[in-house]
């Protein structure tokens, strides 16, 4: 007879504990060989390396203004490969590609010899983006290829390297489409690894091996509208791709200089010994005198001497507010990067604190060009750039500048400031001063009138 007490006992906790610990096992190895071979990654481990300089921003990065990195006309890249509204200049890149291997066979370049270059940088290409692709060889390779001989092309073009009858291409004669793709071509998430451009344009012998850069500056010209000078203390910089090569220019060459030789010293200050400056009217009522920077390169390159803030000219429109935007982001998640965008971004997000403080650097100081429309709209530009970015003060650029006019703008450093800053001010403390002044003279002269009457008595 089975005993009823065997069938129906509860299993002692040490069953509990292993039958636990073999389902942990088992889900730790599946979950582990499921995420390796089913899911792509989205974020691989190799983009915390110096490879991985292209990223896909994060959702909660970008929630505040998520089109500020989406291309509008033209992807380039995997990441919005394919995208339907982008279809209209990806029909075109087929003929600038044929455009550019007829250029290059004319030059004596084999087709074959150029793909095979571009096909031995796959590896190196995968390990450039943040994600894991998915693409197969074939479809990467390829796109890599026609994404990156149709910028070649459009560089080539407006540079005059090659002669192109453009009264007929719409990509030149519509005037919207242009500025678009200059835009698109500087977004984070639409980039080529910048040495596919330059195996491209080498093996096409097209041109000379140093003109890249100078091609690329030709081209974003068109938007920036900086002189030749400007353009060519840059054109040996090594960029990781086009946006980095544009936010580099920003870099100003004796203060990139600078920071370079301080960075790496011991003794910096922490953090926690600055702090971050007050709006520009607050500055202005506590002393601080705003000046427009005229002899700058760099909208970047800001100075503070003699209690002026000297600030260069910012033509603030939809092209640079895309760029500060993207470059931002790109300093955020390239972990070799420099933070000069974002202490930029920062610096100005901390002085238009407001509609008014935008009106003060537009119409008061010329300062800011403002073609966004409304002075609130400068002010909320910055502040949604600034919302959520990691920014170390005592690695920046500016560090010196936020410590100098936080120092000048002390109670007492203001105080004496405000009175000399007030014309009112002042004469009303120079009429006290020279009335108590008489009234002293007066007291002793009396006093010395009496003297002299006693002893003449």
């Known amino acids: ?63 505040t203004n998520p089109e500020a990195y989406k291309p509008k ?24 590609l044929h455009l550019f291997l007829c250029m290059a066979r004319n030059n004596g370049a084999d087709r074959n010899v150029l793909f095979k270059a571009v096909m031995e940088l796959e590896e190196k290409i995968r ?9 197969s060889s074939e479809k990467l390779v390829y796109m890599m290829i026609l994404d990156g001989c149709f910028i070649l092309m459009l560089f080539l073009i407006v540079s005059r390297i090659i002669e192109s009858d453009e009264s007929e291409d719409p990509i030149f004669t519509i005037p919207w489409i242009l500025p678009s793709i200059e835009s698109d071509l500087l977004l984070l998430e639409n980039q080529v690894p910048f040495f596919v451009l330059q195996t491209l344009f080498d093996e096409s012998n097209i041109g000379l091996p140093g003109d890249l850069n100078r091609m690329a500056f ?9 002189p030749e000078r400007y353009w060519v203390k840059h054109r040996n910089f090594e960029a990781k791709h086009l946006l980095d090569l544009i936010r580099m220019s920003f870099i100003p060459m004796d203060e990139y200089e600078d920071f370079q030789l301080i960075n790496g010293e011991s003794g910096i200050k922490s953090s926690s010994d600055f702090t971050l ?19 700058a390169d760099s909208m970047l390159d800001i100075r503070f001497k003699n209690n002026k803030l000297q600030i260069p000219l910012l033509r603030l429109d939809g092209f640079i507010s895309s760029i500060l935007v993207n470059c931002v982001a790109f300093e955020q998640f390239y972990t070799k990067s420099t933070n000069h965008i974002t202490s930029y971004v920062v610096f100005m997000g901390c002085l238009l604190n407001s509609e008014e403080d935008a009106t003060f650097l537009s119409d008061e100081n010329r300062i800011i060009e403002n073609y966004f429309g409304s002075e609130n709209e400068v002010s909320q530009f910055f502040k949604t750039v600034c919302k959520d970015v990691v920014f170390d003060i005592h690695t920046s650029y500016l ?40 009234q002293t003279i007066a007291a002793i002269l009396f006093y010395l009138s009496d003297q002299n009457a006693r002893q003449t008595e």
């Open 277 to 295: 400056l007050l709006s520009a009217t607050r500055l202005s009522a506590q002393g601080v005198d705003f000046r427009l920077r005229s002899d």
């Open 218 to 226: 030709s081209f974003f010209n068109l938007s920036m509208n900086k």
């Open 73 to 96: 006309v033209v992807s380039i890249g995997p990441y919005h490969h394919g995208g339907k509204h982008l279809e209209m200049i990806q029909q075109h890149k087929l003929r600038f």
């Open 399 to 438: 560090q010196n500048v936020f410590a100098e006019v936080n120092e000048n703008t002390s109670t007492w450093y203001a105080e004496y400031r405000s009175h000399l800053k007030s014309p009112w001010k002042l004469v009303s403390n120079s009429y006290s001063f020279v009335s108590s002044m008489l």
């Open 127 to 135: 390990l450039s983006y943040s994600e894991d692709l998915g693409e």
């Open 1 to 63: 007879m089975v005993d009823k007490t065997e069938i129906f006992s509860t299993p002692s906790p040490s069953f509990f504990r292993k039958d636990i610990l073999s389902y942990i096992n088992e889900q730790v190895g599946l979950d582990y060989l499921s995420s390796r071979s089913k899911e792509p990654m989205l974020l691989l481990e190799s983009a915390g390396k110096k490879s991985c300089c292209i990223f896909r921003v994060p959702e909660r990065f970008a929630e």
